[in-house]
């Protein structure tokens, strides 16, 4: 039974750095898709950023393409999401999901299996 948990949010100034972190407990996250989501006040989900954790193939949303990293950790136990230059439009809630992949390339899709219970991130103008 995976358990996702999720670290790193915090309240930054516009054009600030944060690093979240995505830790696993039982079961290695080789065998599975893991993504990130984030729900801003009174708008839906949207994906961000995901990894298949094996092929190390990553895949991100339009919105943060340049500004943010997702990236697999050697212990196969966490993934990271690096996010540069932050936005006002990047607050939110950001929740880790995990699903077992079906292929080399995640696709963000909605019916994950997993989820952590979220880490809010603030960016103030």
């Known amino acids: 039974q995976l358990q996702l948990v999720e670290s790193g949010g915090g309240l930054v100034q516009a054009g600030g750095s944060l690093r979240l972190s995505c830790a696993a407990s039982g079961s290695s996250l080789e065998p599975y898709e893991i993504a990130w989501y984030r729900q801003a006040p009174g708008k839906r989900r949207e994906g961000v950023s995901c990894l298949t954790f094996r092929y190390d193939k990553p895949k991100y949303a339009e919105s943060v393409m340049g500004r943010f990293r997702i990236s697999r950790e050697n212990a196969r136990r966490t993934v990271s999401l690096q996010m540069d230059n932050l936005r006002p439009e990047d607050t939110g809630v950001y929740y880790c999901?995990?699903?077992?992949?079906?292929?080399?390339?995640?696709?963000?899709?909605?019916?994950?299996?997993?989820w952590g219970k979220g880490t809010l991130v603030t960016v103030s103008s």
């Open positions: 999901a995990a699903i077992r992949a079906e292929s080399a390339q995640c696709t963000l899709r909605s019916a994950m299996d997993s």
